[in-house]
């Protein structure tokens, strides 16, 4: 089994960003990618730098990709199964066998939990025309005097609520399931930046004249957009399994320069704690992907 210098396991904008880095350092790299990015479910992105007019997320990944290609790294649609550090580095196991590498970076992202009873017929066209949305920092602006409502409860809900306050006076908090869960200090919060509060369970969601419709316990209800505020899933169960350390949650702890309690482990993007963009997910992996170089370089001379 020959060994890269560098395995990425992920091919979002953090993944092929390091690639695209690494590449350029004259390393060899390996890029492993199951195909979910986050970003490929953007129908346009409006906040993301350099690009005007927007840019749908596919297309994005798309140039990047290229970029990487460029500089002679593939994407190889395979899911990593498992990651183990051993005396002489990391191995891989994936369906096509395993692979060896000095380094590893983990670049897997989260999975946004979706509301339940939501059918992918309904999810994904809603998603398409921004009658649904995931990510009010991205996207908050696109809803500015609009009528939101947001699916969640707790201070999850509320914080989500209580953001997309200052773009639209018209935001209503519908609990997913049955009541609202909300200390009084929540509750005041909510009351006083005239929220609106509805229980749940939420059901039966159909597009109707260009808003997303469904039942609540108040009836049935339709929003210009709307927010789950459910929580994600963090895609970091390979780095934990091999010892890695990790917040209650599941978000990874690295230091400055993205390593993981592992030595030779990395990790960027959303599957770190901090701000799930594109913009953030791109710089930690700049960073990442020149400390991979810098340690290989001490570990051995990386001379042309
Ligand atoms: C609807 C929506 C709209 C958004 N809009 C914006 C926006 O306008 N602006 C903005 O900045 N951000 C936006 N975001 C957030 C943005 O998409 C993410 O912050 C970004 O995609 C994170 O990049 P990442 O590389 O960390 O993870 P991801 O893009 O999620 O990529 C992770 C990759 O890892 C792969 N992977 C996971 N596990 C394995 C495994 N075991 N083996 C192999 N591969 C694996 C996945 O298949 C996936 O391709 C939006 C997100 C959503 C959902």
């Not at 419709?213 to 399994?241: C, K, Q």
Request: overall charge negative; charged content about 25%.
């Amino acid at each position: 089994m020959t060994t890269d210098d560098c395995i990425i396991i992920g091919g979002g904008p953090a993944g092929l960003t390091a690639a695209i880095y690494l590449a350029r350092y004259h390393l060899r790299v390996r890029l492993f990618d199951s195909g979910s990015s986050r970003a490929a479910m953007i129908p346009c992105t409006r906040n993301h730098a350099g690009y005007p007019e927007g840019v749908a997320g596919k297309d994005l990944l798309a140039l990047m990709l290229q970029q990487a290609e460029k500089y002679g790294v593939h994407r190889q649609p395979v899911r990593v199964d498992k990651l183990a550090r051993d005396d002489d580095g990391f191995v891989i196991e994936t369906a096509q066998g395993g692979f060896r590498a000095r380094a590893v970076l983990l670049a897997t992202g989260v999975v946004n939990h979706r509301p339940a009873h939501l059918l992918p017929e309904v999810h994904d066209p809603a998603l398409e025309r921004g009658l649904l949305r995931y990510c009010p920092v991205c996207d908050g602006y696109e809803v500015t005097d609009k009528k939101v409502g947001v699916i969640g409860t707790g201070e999850h809900g509320a914080r989500e609520a209580l953001f997309l306050r200052s773009f639209t006076r018209d935001v209503t908090l519908i609990a997913p399931e049955v009541e609202h869960a909300l200390d009084p200090a929540c509750a005041a919060k909510l009351d006083e930046a005239g929220i609106a509060r509805v229980n749940g369970p939420c059901g039966n969601y159909a597009i109707e004249r260009e808003q997303l419709a469904f039942d609540t316990a108040r009836g049935r209800m339709a929003f210009d957009s709307v927010y789950p505020a459910l929580g994600s899933r963090i895609r970091s169960h390979l780095a934990i399994e091999a010892g890695a350390r990790a917040t209650d949650v599941g978000c990874l702890e690295v230091d400055d320069h993205q390593r993981t309690s592992i030595p030779g482990l990395f990790a960027a993007g959303d599957v770190v704690k901090g701000l799930d963009q594109i913009s953030h997910a791109m710089g930690e992996a700049g960073v990442a992907a020149t400390t991979i170089r810098n340690m290989l370089s001490e570990q051995q001379p990386l001379w042309r």
